[in-house]
């Protein structure tokens, strides 16, 4: 069985339309979570949490994906450009 590792982490944005971080050094880890349903909930807590700062946003990074270089990533889950 294939194990599913999802990141959460977010922080303030430079620009609330990109995916630029104002600081690095201050992003948010929420934590590792072992399926999606989980790592979901905790993004939803943190994203409620914070809905009165347009520039803080934050993502569910699919760990898992990184260790298969077979599976590739949709343009719509990059956390790129």
Known sequence: MTQRLHLVFGGELIDPTKNAFKDV???H???MYPNYQAAY???KAEA???VDNA???YFIAHIHRLRDE???ASPTEELGN
């Open 55 to 57: 520039h803080m946003r």
């Open 25 to 27: 050094d201050n992003i």
């Open 29 to 31: 880890i929420v934590g």
């Open 48 to 50: 409620h949490r914070t």
């Open 70 to 72: 077979k599976v590739e």
């Open 41 to 43: 909930n905790a993004w």
